[in-house]
């Protein structure tokens, strides 16, 4: 039996914009029958005229109230997004296996002894780490990416053997403790019924990635922030193979540290623009924090950029906070955390910079000193040592020295890699 379809079409105030409707099934819009009456209509054919069907014209008066919205020039309301609970409770189920899978090869490693990499192949953990993308663990899939990067070094530089088990060791424990904290918070968040993001690092240590809406929805942001870059780096993430772009920076009135991260991955260089150094200070209507460390990152979507006034530039080596024995238990208490960082970045008022038979050393105003070595982990070209001992002049009076605080594990020291000298007049960066 042949079926019979009732096609229309009916044109709009503007004939530019038609609007199209056929009881066909096609999932196209507008669907071929629509386009040929529309032909049929460019060729003046003559059409018998019937009533227009009710669906029809309500909808060709919504497009004309929108119409009419965009050229009041009214701001249009965002529609709230609504959340897929279905989905998102099958996210976390998933991940919940990805994370049985991956405890079962860290158990292994720890059980058997971290030798044991020394023969073991590594694409096997390029493999898992593979793998763990289908179950939406873009954290613990960085992980294992590492260690067998660690395993490939082992295995061609044996030299350098004990350094790259050590490497790998890192991983592994605070691999393990991310499965053992991420299955509590997982299972805590299916109970409750709780599929948003939360202010927990856990969310970004599962891969989790926080949009700016999201942040907002947690509260974490604040309105109208001055800030002024105080150091600016680049690092190539091997085991991720892109490039990260750091900046660090300075609230003008609460003397609070922050810092932006800028991913550049290799196969979207192009897509990706890159970052620079800022000199001026950066007006920010809404900077939005993201959860975790003690020098948080940040984002932010619009801004204004001025110079530094001559007002403001005294002021700033005073925003510098505490001294080096608050700043080391600092240090220790994120250290202590698996999860975070074995580093802070922090501001420390200068008392005098000298050298200790060959050691460089800070010592704040309190008379408190503290060890300043290069840290490599980003990269050796970001070794700045030498160039601090060559400065033309001496540091002065009312400065400060911004850095990295840092374990080094060749000794078991806490010490400070520096980045910017911070003067009166002038903040005098270490690299880039």
């Not at 609970?85 to 720890?110: F, H, I, P, S, Y």
């Not at 991983?171 to 939360?198: C, D, P, Q």
Request: hydrophobic share 35%.
């Amino acid at each position: 039996m042949q079926k019979i379809f009732r096609y229309f079409i009916v044109f709009s105030a503007s004939e530019s914009a038609p609007t199209c409707r056929c009881s066909c099934p096609s999932r196209q819009f507008p669907c071929k029958h629509a386009l040929g009456l529309m032909f049929e209509v460019l060729e003046e054919k003559n059409f018998a005229v019937a009533e227009i069907p009710v669906d029809i014209a309500d909808k060709r008066a919504k497009q004309a109230a929108r119409t009419a919205k965009k050229e009041s020039g009214e701001p249009q309301p965002a529609k709230p997004k609504k959340t897929n609970t279905a989905a998102q409770k099958k996210k976390l189920q998933q991940q919940l296996e990805g994370l049985n899978l991956a405890e079962r090869m860290v158990n292994d490693l720890l059980s058997s002894g971290i030798a044991t990499l020394a023969g073991t192949s590594a694409q096997s953990f390029e493999k898992l780490a593979k793998e763990l993308g289908n179950y939406y663990l873009t954290g613990p899939q960085t992980a294992f990416l590492r260690i067998a990067l660690a395993v490939h070094m082992i295995q061609t530089h044996p030299e350098q053997a004990d350094e790259y088990y050590a490497q790998a060791l890192r991983v592994l424990v605070s691999l393990h403790s991310t499965i053992k904290k991420s299955r509590e918070f997982l299972n805590s968040k299916l109970e409750a019924g709780n599929y948003s993001a939360e202010d927990s690092i856990l969310y970004e240590a599962l891969g989790g990635i926080w949009r700016l809406e999201d942040l907002k929805a947690i509260g974490s942001y604040r309105e109208n922030v001055k800030l002024i870059q105080l150091s600016f780096d680049v690092a190539y993430d091997d085991p991720k193979r892109e490039y990260v772009e750091r900046g660090f920076w300075l609230d003008l009135e609460r003397g609070e540290l922050f810092q932006t991260l800028n991913y550049r991955p290799i196969k979207a260089l192009k897509y990706v623009k890159g970052e620079d150094s800022c000199f001026d200070v950066v007006e920010i209507p809404v900077l939005y924090e993201y959860p975790g460390e003690v020098c948080p990152r940040v984002r932010w979507e619009g801004c204004t950029t001025r110079p530094l006034s001559d007002l403001e530039r005294p002021g700033i080596p005073a925003l510098a906070k505490g001294d080096i024995p608050s700043t080391v238990k600092l240090a220790k208490n994120q250290m202590k955390n698996t999860l975070l960082p074995k580093y802070i970045p922090a501001m420390i008022p200068v008392g005098r910079v000298g050298r200790v038979e060959d050691a460089l050393v800070l010592e704040d105003p309190a008379g408190n000193r503290i060890l300043m070595r290069d840290r490599y982990e980003e990269g050796t070209d970001h070794g700045t040592i030498g160039k601090l001992a060559v400065l033309p002049t001496n540091i002065p009076e009312g400065s400060a020295l911004f850095g990295l605080v840092f374990y080094d594990e060749t000794d078991h020291r806490i010490c400070l890699h520096p980045y910017s000298v911070v003067t009166p007049e002038q903040i005098i960066r270490l690299q880039y």
